[in-house]
């Protein structure tokens, strides 16, 4: 697996590794503030009794190991507290968490998030599409898991690409319930025995999303209860660096023969749809100061039947009103708003160009510099 480190202060960052021991530990072995986001799928503390089997007397292959295991709630809430604060460490200022879980464990965990100060921002209702069934015929099919989405602080800037996940849902605002399946045939990993590598092994397109949305090329992910590799291939995939915490020799085994071959997507591929409001804010004085548009030059509406003249000090004056492209565009329109710069036109060698053009160009530039 390739790795690489990242000096953060005197201490290097261990990067697209996978690290052996205790999470709390080892988390609170690294530098504090150096991770950008967390993905954190713990133990959760079933509370098992018994086997199940299937109607036709088959074992059901449950999530029996010792790791899920807790004697008490008490215990459990307590590994909770110390887990959640060793991550709230890493985080940079403007870093946030994700946790996921099942009605056996998420409320305890969303009490504890905002008891140690973080800031809900979703919970996400991850539907499977092909849950496994309710055996017994005593509860409802659990045909969902929860996840939290949630930053370090009330004020922190936390990444949201809004513009990429709508391009992922079909040009359609993402929802906050997300229909995807459980991991079954060639994406479900086998040990040497053909059994499954890990019981809760989480689908890629489910951290596809939770990594496109909430991060950018570049961020660093921790994943604390790293199983099987899930977050670091995809987080290799999509050009993120990992930093993985797993106790189990096994489980780091599995994790990193799959890791070494994932194949990071080209530098285009990368690329997502920007919201417009992460773009580099331009003012309209700025084309008037670079000579882009000159003080007395008329601009058109983009349906001709409106004209303003442009002022030095980047406002516009119309036949009824003045101040800014927005201000002017509105009064024109009698509206209460107005997009200026899709609004107004400008002339060049008889042709009218929208002013947005010359926006784009400068942040152009911006971009490069």
């Not at 403007?94 to 009605?103: L, M």
């Not at 951290?207 to 909430?214: C, E, I």
Request: charged share 25%; with cysteine; glycine share 8%.
């Amino acid at each position: 697996m390739t790795t690489k480190t990242k000096v953060t202060g005197v201490q290097a960052l261990p990067l697209n590794t996978i690290l052996s021991g205790d999470c709390i530990d080892v988390m609170n072995s690294l530098p504090e503030g150096s991770v950008d986001l967390i993905f954190a799928d713990p133990p959760y503390n079933l509370q098992l009794r018994g086997d199940l089997h299937r109607p036709d007397n088959s074992k059901v292959d449950a999530v029996d190991d010792h790791w899920d295991q807790f004697d008490s709630f008490a215990i459990y809430d307590k590994f909770t507290k110390e887990w959640l604060a060793a991550a709230r460490r890493l985080l940079k200022p403007n870093g946030a968490i994700w946790v996921i879980g099942s009605y056996h464990n998420v409320f305890r965990m969303g009490a504890e998030l905002q008891n140690q100060g973080f800031w809900i921002l979703n919970d996400v209702v991850w539907r499977k599409s092909n849950p496994m069934p309710n055996f017994r015929g005593k509860r409802l099919t659990n045909a969902h898991e929860t996840l939290i989405w949630a930053s370090k602080e009330e004020a922190s800037k936390y990444t949201f690409n809004y513009e990429a996940l709508k391009a992922l849902n079909e040009g359609i605002q993402m929802r906050s319930d997300w229909v995807l399946p459980i991991c079954t045939g060639h994406e479900r990993i086998k040990n040497a025995d053909g059994n499954k590598a890990h019981p809760t092994q989480k689908p890629e397109s489910l951290l596809h999303r939770v990594l496109l949305g909430t991060t950018n090329p570049g961020d660093v992910i921790l994943d604390p209860f790293f199983g099987t590799g899930t977050t670091g291939a995809v987080a290799k995939m999509l050009g993120r660096d990992f930093i993985g915490i797993e106790r189990e020799a096994e489980y780091r085994a599995v994790a990193e023969k799959r890791i070494s071959n994932i194949r990071k997507f080209d530098k285009e591929a990368l690329e997502v749809t920007q919201s417009k409001r992460s773009e580099p804010r331009v003012a309209f004085g700025v084309l008037v100061e670079r000579g882009m548009l000159r003080p007395g030059e008329d601009l058109w509406s983009m349906n001709g039947r409106h004209k303003a003249k442009v002022r030095a000090d980047g406002t516009l004056i119309g036949a009824d009103a003045k101040g800014s492209i927005h201000q002017v565009g509105a009064a024109c329109e009698g509206a209460p708003s107005c997009n200026g710069w899709t609004y107004w036109q400008f002339k060049r060698e008889g042709k009218k160009v929208p002013i947005d053009l010359l926006r784009q160009q400068i942040r152009s530039e911006m971009r490069a510099n």
